[in-house]
């Protein structure tokens, strides 16, 4: 639940972003009469969402057990794979995305309907990564747990908060540094993804689509019981398996390694470009002082 909550949070907050951008630039240019232009798109977006996640919740009914498993496993990969970009399109876009926005709004003024379309894509993007990346949690959440309201509902709480947070940045109550928010929730979820990656890849195992179903590289069942506290909320927050095949653990290793080494020599980058450069040294005089 917590991690789908902070999927939630992060995904809302990025389009609660850019739809605050939008309103507060046309508020401030004196064109409120766009206004109800991007919450059609808004709106637009969230029906679409809203429409792909029950396409993937009630799309796979009726298929066969190995189908199924093969459906599941290829969509968690293919969520891990927006999820993945969006980590690090938010860590190097946070600076710039309100002089970005402001300009494709000054652009879309010119012509009717732009703007609709601007903020369905901007919403919609968030929206439709939100719902495959949840999907995924739901189906494992069912497996371990037998429900999958969990996920759904954390991620409820953590878009209210996004919202909520939105508003108070368009109101100017709320200053948060993006970059060290997106930094510190980047690193989450990039554990978060790695864990869901794996259970994509135990689907495919059990469609028998990739080897190594049986041969494990550890079974702490006992030490971690799939039905105890611990084990459900490793479960729910990091997908963890207390029986683990070497292959989702060779896979799980690989993508945390590459993935957060590039994430964070990216973020390191970035900081040491925004710093301002030293004033330079007065050239020393010749021949000393008189």
Same mark, same amino acid.
């Given at each position: 639940?917590?991690?789908?909550?902070?999927?939630?949070?992060?995904?809302?907050?990025? %389009?609660?972003?850019?739809? &605050?951008? #939008?309103? @507060?630039?046309?508020? !401030?240019?004196?064109? *409120?009469?766009?206004?109800?232009? $991007?919450?059609?798109?808004?709106?637009?977006?969230?029906?679409?969402?809203?429409?792909?996640?029950?396409?993937?919740?009630?799309?796979?009914?009726?298929?066969?057990?190995?189908?199924?498993?093969?459906?599941?496993?290829?969509?968690?990969?293919?969520?891990?794979?927006?999820?993945?970009?969006?980590?690090?399109?938010?860590?190097?876009? %946070?600076?710039?995305?309100? &002089?970005? #926005?402001? @300009?494709?709004?000054? !652009?879309?003024?010119? *012509?009717?309907?732009?703007?609709? $379309?601007?903020?369905?894509?901007?919403?919609?993007?968030?929206?439709?990564?939100?719902?495959?990346?949840?999907?995924?949690?739901?189906?494992?959440?069912?497996?371990?747990?037998?429900?999958?309201?969990?996920?759904?509902?954390?991620?409820?709480?953590?878009?209210?908060?996004?919202?909520?947070?939105?508003?108070?940045?368009?109101?100017? %109550?709320?200053?948060?540094?993006?970059?060290?928010?997106?930094?510190?929730?980047?690193?989450?979820?990039?554990?978060?993804?790695?864990? $869901?990656?794996?259970?994509?890849?135990?689907?495919?195992?059990?469609?028998?689509?990739?080897?190594?179903?049986?041969?494990?590289?550890?079974?702490?069942?006992?030490?971690?019981?799939?039905?105890?506290?611990?084990?459900?909320?490793?479960?729910?927050?990091?997908?963890?398996?207390?029986?683990?095949?070497?292959?989702?653990?060779?896979?799980?290793?690989?993508?945390?390694?590459?993935?957060?080494?590039?994430?964070?020599?990216?973020?390191?980058?970035?900081?040491?470009?925004?710093?301002?450069?030293?004033?330079?040294?007065?050239?020393?005089?010749?021949?000393?002082?008189?």
């Amino acid at each position: 639940m917590v991690a789908n909550l902070l999927i939630g949070l992060r995904e809302g907050l990025e %389009a609660a972003l850019v739809v &605050s951008v #939008l309103i @507060a630039y046309l508020v !401030k240019t004196d064109r *409120r009469h766009l206004l109800p232009q $991007v919450w059609i798109g808004v709106g637009l977006a969230v029906l679409v969402s809203l429409g792909f996640g029950a396409l993937l919740t009630y799309g796979p009914k009726g298929l066969t057990f190995e189908a199924q498993e093969m459906i599941g496993g290829g969509l968690s990969i293919i969520a891990v794979g927006f999820v993945t970009w969006m980590i690090f399109w938010m860590a190097r876009s %946070a600076r710039s995305l309100s &002089s970005t #926005l402001r @300009a494709q709004v000054d !652009k879309a003024a010119e *012509r009717p309907w732009t703007l609709a $379309v601007i903020a369905a894509l901007a919403v919609g993007r968030e929206g439709l990564e939100t719902a495959l990346f949840l999907w995924a949690a739901t189906q494992a959440a069912a497996r371990a747990e037998g429900s999958s309201t969990g996920p759904l509902i954390g991620a409820a709480i953590g878009i209210a908060i996004a919202v909520v947070l939105g508003w108070a940045l368009y109101r100017g %109550a709320l200053k948060i540094n993006l970059t060290k928010f997106f930094a510190v929730t980047g690193t989450f979820l990039i554990l978060v993804a790695g864990g $869901v990656l794996s259970y994509g890849v135990h689907d495919l195992q059990e469609a028998g689509i990739l080897p190594g179903l049986h041969n494990l590289a550890f079974d702490v069942s006992a030490l971690v019981p799939a039905d105890s506290w611990y084990g459900t909320l490793l479960k729910g927050i990091f997908n963890f398996s207390p029986q683990t095949t070497w292959l989702e653990l060779i896979v799980w290793l690989a993508y945390v390694a590459i993935v957060m080494i590039l994430f964070w020599r990216g973020m390191v980058s970035r900081s040491h470009q925004s710093r301002p450069a030293a004033p330079a040294a007065k050239p020393a005089q010749l021949g000393g002082t008189k």
